[in-house]
């Protein structure tokens, strides 16, 4: 990927992450017997997400 240099480009980018792990979060949820809650993506796309804030 390219690097962001732009303040405008690295706003677009973090907004772009934000949605993504917001989407994540709220549309895949397994659920999980044992306590009664779920388990969702966000954490994983927090992850990824900071992987590649980091590397950019």
Known sequence: MKRIKSSTGKLV???MMAAVVCVS???V???VQATGGYINFGDAAVIIC???KVTH
Do not use: E, L, R
Request: a positive charge.
């Open 25 to 27: 979060t709220m549309v």
């Open 13 to 15: 980018m973090s907004a």
């Open 29 to 31: 949820k397994v659920p």
């Open 50 to 52: 900071g992987v590649i």
